[in-house]
Each structure stands twice: as structure tokens, then as C-alpha cells.
């Protein structure tokens, strides 16, 4: 295991090499593990995250403030940030976590990054983690839109259609498909007056509303950037969607008016379903 390779990637060397390790130890490996200073390490990165955000953005409120900084620490961001960093190949884990292909665990390699800044902290103070952790977010934050970051489907549509004094969409339950334990439900989206009619799937109600309302902000987009007036056409495209992990959706974008009944792909969606039960 070259530990340096992991320094140099990490741009900090330890003095204390011990906590390297105990940093890099998951509970399954020993009795001296990360715990505590995954622990140490979350908070120290909810403080400089916020400071950082602080400073970049200062037209946010609070309550954005809070929205981005949610969404650079939650475990997927850390995840993403520990990927590029390959940090499952320094993890030290019990022979059951191996086998189970612990070292690939979202969780697990999330909280052993935040275990790392705990230890850079206690091993050279707040400024040595401040720095490694800026290094971090600073290209990420050169790449995502503050204003969407973090909202959610529907709260990025209705938010479109306001600033286009479009009135807000409207949802209707279709169908649910499936056993009672396992339901899928398929929602209706409507925009009427761009002639928007999309259908989206999940594993609840509000998991399929997001998907619907998804497809209708891409449709939303296309059709008032091939208005008159609008921004350059765009060439048509298949969007899939994966929400939460449970919805899936493809649908290839046309231009409004659209025919009644007619989904944003152009198809007309399945009016009956032999193994399906009307909502």
C-alpha cells in the first residue's frame, strides 16, 4: 500500500503516520479505527465549506447558503471527491467488508475522506485542512450553477414557468403498476399552455412527480428556446433520468404545439395496462 501516493493525491504529508493509518481503518480491520475522527473530520469540513461559500457567494441568504453546503458534504459529493482521489484501494478493512466489496461502498468511502481531514487536522492544525479541503470544492464550485444546485425537479420547473409567467404545472396519478408492496406509479405533468403533456414513473408518488416534472422542464426549455425570439435551437435529444434510484425514464424532446394526449416524445402513453390498476 504507498501511502505517499495517497499523500501527494491528497496534497498533505502526515508527520504522524499513525494517523494516516487509523484514518484509513474501518471498524471491521481493528478495535483503532476512524470513527471518531470521521466524527472530527465532518465537522471541520462543514466549517470551511460554509466559509468558502460565504465568501464566493455573497448575494446568497441563509437559506441557499444552507442548500449548497447540504449538498457539496452529503455522502454522494464526498464519494465523488474519494473516487478521484481512489481512496478505496488505501482502505484498510475486516476480511467480511472485503469480501463483500466494502472498498466500493459509498458510506465507507465517504466517511473515511471526512476521517482523513480529522486526522490532517489533528496532525497540523484548522489551516492544513482548511487548505486540503478548499482544493477540494474550488473546481467544483467553478463548475455548478448556485441557483440550481441542489433543488429538485419540480422546484426547478415551477421556478422556470414563474420567471416566464407560465402558470405552474398540474399532476395527476395515471396508473400504479405492481403488488401493493412494490408499487410503481406513473404521473401525469401538464403544461397547457405549451402544449406539454409528459408522463413520468416511481417508486412513490412523489418520486414519479419528480421524473414527470424533469421531462416537462427539458420539453419546457426546448420549446421556448424554438420560439420566436427564443434562444439558438438546440438539437433534439434523449434524456434519461434515474431518480433515487428507482425511475427511469427516456424521452426524445419535440417542439410544442403538441397533440393532445401526446407524450413529450410524441408517443401517445399506453391508455390501458392488462396487469395495471387505474389510480
Known amino acids: 500500500m504507498n501511502l505517499q501516493l495517497l499523500q501527494t493525491r491528497l ?8 494517523l494516516l ?15 471518531r475522527l470521521e466524527f472530527l473530520g465532518d465537522s471541520i469540513l462543514n466549517c470551511v465549506v460554509a466559509s468558502v461559500l460565504y465568501e464566493r457567494f ?3 441568504d441563509e437559506g441557499d447558503l444552507s442548500r449548497l453546503r447540504a449538498n457539496l458534504v452529503k455522502q454522494q459529493s464526498l464519494y465523488e471527491i474519494a473516487q478521484k482521489l481512489e481512496l478505496s484501494q488505501f482502505l484498510r478493512l475486516g476480511e467480511g467488508e472485503l469480501k463483500s466489496g466494502g472498498f466500493r461502498r459509498p458510506s465507507i468511502l465517504a466517511d473515511t475522506l471526512e476521517a482523513l481531514l480529522g486526522a490532517i487536522f ?8 482548511r487548505d486540503v479541503i478548499r482544493a477540494f470544492y474550488i473546481p467544483i464550485l467553478d463548475t455548478v450553477d448556485p441557483r440550481t444546485l441542489g433543488k429538485d425537479a419540480k422546484t426547478l420547473l415551477q421556478e422556470f ?3 416566464k409567467k407560465i402558470s405552474l404545472p398540474t399532476y395527476n396519478v395515471v396508473a400504479t403498476h405492481g403488488a401493493a408492496h412494490s408499487q410503481e406509479f406513473e404521473i401525469e ?10 408522463y413520468g414513473r416511481g417508486g412513490s408518488r412523489r418520486a414519479g412527480e419528480q421524473a414527470a416534472a424533469r421531462l416537462a422542464l427539458d420539453a419546457a426549455e426546448t420549446a421556448l428556446a424554438k420560439a420566436p425570439g427564443g434562444a439558438r435551437k438546440s438539437k433534439p435529444r434523449t434524456t434519461q433520468l434515474k431518480l433515487a434510484g428507482i425511475a427511469t425514464i427516456q424521452s426524445s424532446e419535440t417542439p410544442p404545439p403538441m397533440p393532445a394526449k401526446a407524450a413529450a416524445d410524441g408517443k401517445a402513453p399506453k391508455q390501458t395496462h392488462p396487469e395495471t390498476k387505474s389510480a
Open 161 to 163: 414557468l414563474q420567471s
Open 122 to 129: 489533528l496532525d497540523a492544525g484548522f489551516d492544513a485542512a
Open 58 to 60: 455573497n448575494a446568497l
Open 21 to 35: 493509518q487509523q484514518a484509513l481503518t474501518h471498524r471491521s480491520h481493528s478495535s483503532v479505527h476512524n470513527e
Open 189 to 198: 405533468c401538464l403544461v397547457p399552455k405549451l402544449g406539454i403533456q409528459v
Open 11 to 18: 496534497g498533505y504529508t502526515f508527520q504522524d503516520a499513525g
